[in-house]
């Protein structure tokens, strides 16, 4: 069975800062095909398979490229080397509430968010008192409000019970299942392992090792871009915990 996520020589560059023309000096002992000016790899060569139903969690300190590799794998950004292949739909549970509108009201987003998934109307109507419900009295209260006076938590819970109501095979997570209070943080627990249960692929981006060894059964471990490690999930987590003490 062919890999769901197959990630070949993966690389990705950005700038430090807003880009700034090269002076001629650059120009002339660098030449017109230089190196980019002041400018770092988030992720270098970065390669690994990820099997259907397989849970994989991703550690590292800030900055190493644990939310870039997610953002690749959802297809927002595009890598300047290497490739990046998934097989199956994605539910992005990254910046959860980055795709919907703010003037439109809460039900307005829930049909055209899930809609840009592919969703039908008819389809949209069945879950539509799921996701509310989900989301807890108080949103369900506002769902003819405009979004954007939400507040933040109340925009994050109406988000995560759209995402996670979604067929999509793979389901992307970076640093949302702290969202809302803790009851409302263990209902995202379940349904997270009740998605797992059913066989969807999870790849887990978080600072908490409890959550981890929750959902996790393998590690990748990224540091300034590269990775570092690939194996279980405890044994992943060890190196990380030993790199860090060791440069404390």
């Not at 070949?8 to 017109?32: A, C, D, I, P, T």
């Not at 550690?59 to 890598?79: D, R």
């Amino acid at each position: 069975m062919k890999p769901v996520i197959e990630a070949r020589g993966l690389g990705v560059e950005f700038y430090r800062s807003r880009r700034r023309k090269r002076s001629l000096r650059e120009m002339v002992f660098k030449g017109h095909t230089g190196a980019p000016i002041d400018t770092f790899w988030a992720l270098k060569d970065v390669s690994f398979d990820v099997r259907p139903g397989e849970a994989v969690g991703i550690v590292g300190a800030n900055g190493g490229g644990k939310s870039t590799l997610l953002k690749m794998i959802a297809g927002v950004l595009i890598p300047d080397e290497g490739r990046v292949t998934v097989r199956g739909g994605v539910a992005p549970l990254i910046e959860l509430t980055g795709g919907f509108l703010g003037e439109l009201t809460a039900r307005d987003n829930v049909y055209l968010a899930a809609g840009l998934h592919g969703l039908r109307k008819r389809d949209i109507d069945e879950r539509y008192d799921e996701i509310v419900d989900f989301a807890g009295p108080q949103v369900a209260a506002a769902m003819d409000m405009p979004f954007r006076h939400f507040s933040s938590g109340m925009q994050v819970r109406l988000a995560f019970a759209l995402i996670t109501t979604l067929d999509e095979p793979i389901v992307l997570v970076d640093e949302v299942l702290a969202v809302g209070d803790r009851a409302f943080r263990e209902r995202c627990y379940v349904r997270m392992e009740n998605m797992l249960s059913g066989g969807r692929t999870l790849f887990l981006v978080s600072h908490s090792e409890g959550d981890l060894r929750r959902f996790a059964e393998r590690g990748l471990y990224l540091s300034s871009g590269s990775l570092i490690a690939d194996g279980p999930i405890d044994e992943v987590i060890s190196q990380y915990n030993a790199d860090a003490d060791a440069a404390s």
